[in-house]
């Protein structure tokens, strides 16, 4: 059997798209879940470049026959023709980046958790698992609801490239929930060879996890992707992508324009400030009309207590499709849409404010709520909300606090709790203007939200027209 007849010409995996919707829901467990082999970050390429058998690159349902003809190639390493001249760069990185294993990227289109997982980063062979294991620890309180990987695949080395035996293992180790609720993995700059690898492994691969494999070109690609206008990344990552795109298109900062008319729309309620909505919408108490539409049509008796109300993720066509109709001046009908697109719909209209509903005045201040002692908790957030909060975003943001609250009433069926809710809420009321939003970060972040919806009743027992504002 001749090698080329082995794999096809043009280069095997996924094709490159900038979005991929996987948004229905996630059928039963079947046989074939065992077999949805979970980020192939890389393998290690030994298996197939040296005339040893094959048949120990997997174990267990993994069975390979032997192959002669491969195993007289010898073909050059893609990964070191790849990324040679980026190893002096990867080696000088500095070490303040090596210290976190992991980073949050943010919240994409629908809202779901963005973790990025750098190959710059990676310790020795001896030291990964202790690695893998740090990453899982560090991510685990969001798995419970969808989330995205991306895998930046630039600084890979020979001593720290994980092998096909050490991924397997680390597979079967994750809870079902990292598994099941990944919705889409994005390999960054990816090369020849982690194409081939991946089809060579296709045939054992569910056709459910094959869809959530997306090869990302360029940085560009990815800001589209994932709707990231920033995206703080190492430089040695950027300075690759230089030189692999050189003649990209930068994306312009939506926020740039944010204080003119967008699109010379004045009916816009997505993307714009919150304050260009209450001047032009007709707005009860600063709430937009859109929000007061997901909230009531999310409050009926039988879909509030819908079962992870806002854990799943909607479809994102039909998201898109309802906000250019908001956007166009439409007087959207929600009721007869699916709950998950209304509560995905309510998700995104918080994540595409131009700037965040808690502001970025307070973003120092909340991302310090774990260092303030308990007893001026509770003061210092009310003071926070209460006196520092512009009037608009205060009604709105007791407007959703006291509808998540009566969604918390309900969590003996809908499963969401005040935690719960904060992990899918904390990114979306708040984030840096600066730069992402760290994992250090956004634990408090989701702290200072679940300390609200616990304390509401404190925080909010006087009306907003009855505050006490501070004069200077």
């Not at 509030?304 to 039909?318: P, Q, V, Y």
Request: net charge negative; with cysteine; proline share 6%.
């Amino acid at each position: 059997m001749d090698a080329n007849s082995r794999f096809p010409a043009r280069l095997p995996g996924p094709a490159i798209s900038s979005i991929v919707e996987n948004s229905e829901s996630d059928p039963l467990p079947s046989l074939s879940d065992l077999h949805d082999c979970e980020p192939k970050l890389e393998f290690d390429d030994t298996e197939l470049l040296t005339s040893a058998p094959l048949e120990n690159v997997m174990v267990g349902d993994f069975v390979l026959a032997d192959d002669s003809d491969l195993e007289n190639e010898e073909p050059n390493n893609p990964l070191e023709d790849d990324f040679e001249e980026l190893r002096e760069q990867s080696e000088n990185t500095p070490s303040v980046l090596k210290q976190n294993k992991c980073d949050f990227l943010g919240t994409d289109k629908q809202g779901r958790h963005i973790f990025g997982i750098y190959a710059s980063r990676f310790p020795e062979k001896s030291q990964l698992e202790g690695f893998v294991r740090e990453i899982i620890k560090e991510i685990e309180p969001f798995v419970e609801n969808d989330y995205i990987l991306v895998y930046f695949h630039q600084g890979l080395k020979e001593d720290n490239k994980p092998s096909a035996q050490f991924l397997w293992n680390s597979y079967k180790e994750l809870d079902r929930n990292f598994r099941k609720n990944l919705k889409n993995l994005y390999v960054v700059h990816p090369t020849w060879f982690i194409r081939v690898i991946w089809n060579f492994f296709s045939p054992f691969i569910s056709e459910k996890f094959r869809k959530k494999l997306v090869y990302i070109a360029s940085l560009d690609e990815l800001r589209q992707t994932l709707g990231l206008d920033k995206l703080k990344l190492p430089d040695t990552i950027c300075d690759f992508d230089d030189k692999l795109n050189p003649s990209r298109n930068r994306a312009i900062p939506a926020a740039a324009s944010a204080s003119a008319t967008p699109n010379g729309r004045t009916t816009m309620q997505f993307g714009v400030p919150l304050k260009f909505i209450v001047m032009h919408s007709p707005c009860l108490n600063s709430i937009p009309p859109i929000v007061r539409k997901c909230v009531d049509s999310l409050s009926i008796t039988g879909v509030i207590d819908t079962e992870g109300i806002f854990r799943r993720s909607g479809n994102h066509s039909e998201i898109m499709a309802l906000k250019e109709r908001v956007n166009r001046g439409e007087d959207v009908d929600l009721s007869d849409v699916n709950v998950h697109v209304i509560a995905g719909l309510l998700k995104s209209f918080l994540r595409d404010l131009a700037e965040p509903l808690l502001t970025f005045d307070l973003y120092d201040d909340v991302t310090k709520f774990l260092d303030w002692p308990k007893e001026e908790r509770s003061r210092n957030v009310t003071q926070l909300i209460r006196e520092k909060l512009p009037e608009e975003n205060y009604e709105l943001f007791k407007y959703i606090v006291d509808f998540l609250v009566r969604v918390v009433d309900c969590a003996d069926l809908n499963k969401m709790t005040s935690s719960n809710l904060a992990i899918v809420f904390g990114p979306n009321f708040l984030w840096s203007g600066r730069n992402n939003t760290s994992l250090d970060e956004i634990a408090p972040i989701n702290a200072f939200v679940d300390f609200v919806l616990q304390n509401h009743k404190a925080i909010y027992l006087i009306d907003v027209n009855q505050r006490t504002v501070t004069v200077d």
